[in-house]
């Protein structure tokens, strides 16, 4: 199922889920990209157009891979049209009842043999998992990419309880294939990187609401001084302070004090100061 015409069903066409419709169909694969709306579909393949027309970055795709990528993605609000899929990955929002409604669905829509992959940051696979039937729950991993898709190389490969040998070998080579870096994690609340990472910017915000100081200066000095490509409240612009409080929450309950959102995250998000997309944030 990891060769080059495989089947890839994606749910959910925002930022992380387009791209990775867009990063299997760079690879060769044919795509359908399933949400709720036509409309919201169609914005959707308006913003991969851009990325394409941007250019993917060198060493990861050629222009050549890339002009007819787009032609291999097509679109459906109906999980009903799942049912030729080898592989589904859900990259839908960060919520669990919202996840395991999709997972009910496409376990009933889905072929026995088909691999389901969530692309979740936070929720235990095994948690998912439990929302398909006992028979489907060897063939069930998670995949958890990294935005922005198209330039990011990381996924984690998370088993679940059940999930088998076989199921993580296809994932993983699957992931290769796509041009992905795959490294295997123990199924954990948040996993290995954004535990690191939501420490990390909890510390950040602490800083800014102790006065120690500025967003700008604290991602001037994670740049220069750490080697980041982006600071913290660079990264919190861009991929939304709302879904990296939804992140802490969660992390929150599972661990404890060490990840308690700071009271100047809630009122930032609160104040609808989420970044980018909302037109205003830490640094927008």
């Not at 002009?67 to 839908?92: C, H, M, N, S, Y």
Request: hydrophobic share 50%.
């Amino acid at each position: 199922m990891a060769e080059a015409k495989a089947k890839i069903g994606v749910v959910g066409a925002g930022l992380m889920g387009a791209e990775i419709a867009l990063v299997h169909a760079l690879a060769g694969h044919e795509v359908l990209l399933c949400d709720r709306s036509n409309e919201l579909l169609a914005k959707a393949m308006a913003r991969l157009k851009d990325v394409v027309e941007k250019g993917v970055p060198r060493g990861f795709w050629s222009a050549e891979a890339a002009e007819p990528a787009l032609a291999r993605i097509a679109t459906t609000p109906e999980l009903q049209r799942f049912a030729d899929r080898d592989i589904v990955v859900e990259a839908v929002f960060e919520n669990e009842a919202i996840k395991a409604d999709v997972f009910k669905t496409l376990d009933r829509a889905c072929r026995a043999d088909v691999i389901f992959a969530t692309n979740t940051s936070s929720i235990a696979i095994s948690t998912l998992a439990s929302y398909v039937s006992e028979a489907r729950r060897p063939l069930f991993i998670g995949t958890h990419y990294f935005s922005p898709v198209s330039r990011m190389r990381l996924v984690e490969i998370i088993p679940a309880f059940d999930t088998s040998e076989p199921t993580i070998a296809t994932a993983t080579a699957l992931m290769q294939a796509i041009g992905k870096t795959p490294i295997r994690v123990k199924d954990v609340v948040g996993f290995a990187v954004n535990r690191v990472l939501t420490a990390f910017l909890i510390e950040a915000v602490k800083l800014v609401e102790e006065g120690v100081a500025t967003p700008a200066d604290i991602d001037l000095a994670c740049r220069l001084g750490l080697g980041h490509p982006m600071g913290p409240f660079e990264l919190m612009d861009a991929v939304s302070s709302s879904l990296a409080l939804e992140v802490m929450e969660i992390l929150f309950n599972a661990y404890g004090e060490r990840f308690r959102p700071p009271a100047l995250m809630k009122q930032t998000v609160k104040a609808g100061r989420t970044g980018r997309r909302a037109g205003k944030g830490w640094r927008v």
